[in-house]
């Protein structure tokens, strides 16, 4: 059954054109993958089926009763309602049945009218059936899934939705779409801010999910997963291909040699045709004349066959070539970042060697992009050590391009990258990365997330170095650019150490995986594909220890528990002391912070106000966390004093 159709969909801004008479349509249980170039459209299509844009022309069909939800890539959740409530709303009409029956079996328990009691028992069993048909006893386990599923922590479930980070936010509000389950969801880059466990669990859920999906996604690997067929928009057309994306792939490339060959058999037989018109118009008898004319009408019924439209253009990289480093690049020994109260990661030990592509894998914020900070100097060690091995020259990408200064034009920001570089080397290099003309010019500032990580890139390139260290780089670029990106990465001469969730380019590269855990690190030779064999086998091995371990008496387990009961115990009444006594120091140097400010000689000294002033916002931040600590902290001792009550 088609629930979704498009038919010759068009919008333009002013004189650019933007979509124009996009066709398709898609059936109830159909997951469809969106690809194209960045710029190409695809959001704005999004846009158009979520009745967000008003396209120029054409019609969109949706069946009759089908609701539509849509995942934008900036949300605009704000609330000052936590996680869990903010997920509630999309129960309400459960949490309202659920209040009526509670107010039904008190009426119940009391009612003494006999007729008005059989109404309320009869209301009763007919709201009561409604709620549990409707998933009523499992909606609460649903949302604790997905939140999990997501990459949320139970200690987070009661925190405010507006102090969330951007990507916190984007992945609280994919959950809660989820847990909508619209008729037709439209997903727009719902892999950013996931981890790969997270991916895992949203592919699995997507897979399984009975209705129609379409997603727009740059990360191959998540659409060869879950899509089974392919939009593609180019050129501001579009066409659809049955299959996941490396269908589409093959089968694109296989149409495109059959319409060159089709077009170069049918241009060769009309120059023929034209040959033949012209030398019967030379020999010019009256039956030359009509057998030419006779030709000409033959080319014009025939039915033109269409050159393939260009491709978009690529990137074009290729790493200068530099010196060689020695054979071994990077010793990394006891290595361990913390902050007041909480320890990032301790104890990482690990060594590089030339030519080796090796991948840092883990969670969200178990300290893989700080781990990188570290070894390339951007940022301070705990305790520990690393060193670089003979003539290694370091090239660090930051996901974040905190790098980039925002008020240099991109010709002055890459040239800044190697100043020995001509002019029209530098702007050959940034014509190859598709900045022409007077692109060049524009300020850092105002260009998009793309873009950024395409000026990065090409600084990282003319820094000729040997050594990269890659937080993210596929973020923000397109599939065009991720794979031109992976080939220059095939082909560099040199060693690379990466974090990277997209598991395609992962695939691609990875000669080796680090992967970062609270129990340590681990050392897995081999690629992305060994590596998973390997954690499939891990997981096994832990199910049959499992099994093994529930044959101990219960009265061994229960000192087993109880002991790491009181562990646990020890460790946060610790915590929560020294926290106290920092709330209590930070709260002592404000006090002092404000009686110095009031003494005339400070107060008269603009210097000293300002720097006092900076000190106490500084302190009140710390305070601000230290505070939500001792909170989290205490209701975590509370809950050791009730279970042992």
């Known amino acids: 059954m088609i629930v979704l159709n498009c038919s010759n969909i068009s919008l333009s801004f002013g004189t650019y054109v933007v979509l124009e008479n996009i066709t398709f349509s898609a059936q109830e249980n159909d997951k469809i993958g969106i690809v194209g170039v960045n710029g190409a459209g695809k959001s704005t299509l999004f846009k158009i089926l979520a009745g967000i844009l008003k396209p120029d022309s054409g019609d969109i069909y949706i069946s009759k009763n089908y609701t539509i939800g849509f995942l934008e890539q900036n949300t605009g959740l704000d ?26 079996e008190e009426k119940i328990s009391t009612e003494k009218d006999e007729s008005l009691l059989t109404s309320y028992m009869k209301e009763y069993a007919s709201l009561s059936d409604k709620f549990s048909l409707s998933g009523g006893y499992e909606y609460t386990s649903k949302v604790k899934g997905v939140l999990k599923g997501l990459g949320f922590h139970e200690n987070e479930f009661e925190r405010k939705v507006y102090t969330l980070s951007g990507g916190q936010k984007t992945r609280l509000s994919l959950a809660k779409l989820l847990l909508e389950e619209p008729d037709i969801l439209l997903l727009d880059e719902p892999t950013n801010h996931l981890d790969i466990q997270a991916l895992e669990w949203l592919e699995d859920f997507l897979k399984n999910y009975k209705k129609c999906v379409l997603l727009i996604s740059h990360d191959r690997y998540f659409l060869d997963q879950v899509s089974g067929k392919t939009l593609e928009l180019e050129n501001t057309q579009c066409k659809i291909y049955n299959g996941n994306y490396t269908s589409y792939m093959k089968q694109k490339s296989l149409d495109r040699e059959i319409q060159q060959k089709h077009f170069e058999l049918q241009q060769k037989e009309i120059a023929k045709m034209e040959a033949f018109i012209e030398q019967q118009k030379r020999w010019n008898r009256e039956k030359n004349i009509i057998a030419a004319e006779s030709r000409q009408k033959a080319i014009d019924r025939m039915e033109k066959i269409d050159r393939p439209k260009d491709l978009p253009d690529k990137m074009r990289i290729k790493f200068r070539g530099t010196i060689i480093s020695g054979n071994d690049v990077l010793f990394v020994e ?29 969670p969200n914020g178990c300290g893989k992009s700080t781990l990188l900070k570290i070894i390339s100097g951007k940022l301070d060690k705990t305790s520990g050590c690393f060193e670089y091995g003979h003539k290694v020259k370091i090239g660090y990408y ?24 001509t002019q029209t080397d530098i ?26 990580s395409r000026v990065a890139l090409l600084k990282l390139i003319l820094s000729e170095s040997n050594f990269l260290i890659l937080d993210e780089p596929t973020n923000h670029l397109d599939i065009n650019s991720r794979e031109v990106l992976e080939q220059s990465l095939q082909d560099f001469e040199g060693t690379i150490l990466s974090v990277s969730h997209d598991r395609y380019f992962i695939n691609k590269l990875a000669s080796r995986i680090l992967e970062l855990e ?38 061994k387990l229960e000192r087993m528990e109880t002991k790491a009961e009181k562990a646990r115990q020890r460790k946060v009444e610790k915590l929560l002391g020294e926290t106290e006594c920092e709330i209590a120091n930070i709260e002592e140097r404000l006090k002092n912070i404000e009686e110095e400010m009031t003494k005339d000689e400070v107060s008269s000294n603009h210097h000293k106000v300002s720097e006092l002033h900076e000190e106490q916002l500084r302190l009140e931040e710390r305070l601000n966390e230290l505070y939500e600590a001792w909170e989290s902290l205490s209701t975590e001792k509370e809950s050791f004093s009730n279970s042992e009550g």
């Open 518 to 555: 609270d129990v340590g690190l681990h050392d897995i030779p081999g690629g992305y594909s060994y590596y998973t064999e390997y954690k499939s086998k891990l997981k096994k091995t832990a199910l049959t220890q499992d099994t093994q371990d529930a044959k101990l008496s219960s009265s």
């Open 398 to 421: 930051d996901q974040e391009q905190e790098d980039l200064d925002q008020n240099q034009t991109i010709i002055d920001e890459v040239w800044g990258a190697n100043e020995r570089i």
């Open 334 to 362: 006891d290595l361990c970042k913390e902050y007041p109260g909480k320890p990032l990661f301790k104890g990482i030990n690990f060594n590089l060697k030339r030519n080796e592509r090796v991948f840092l894998l883990g």
């Open 427 to 452: 702007r050959n290099s940034l014509a190859s990365f598709l900045f022409k003309g007077e692109d060049v010019f524009k300020p850092i500032s105002i260009l998009s997330g793309g873009e950024k």
């Open 79 to 104: 609330s000052s309602s936590s996680l869990w409530d903010e997920l509630m709303l999309a129960f309400s009409h459960l949490t309202e049945m659920e209040k009526r029956l509670k107010v039904l």
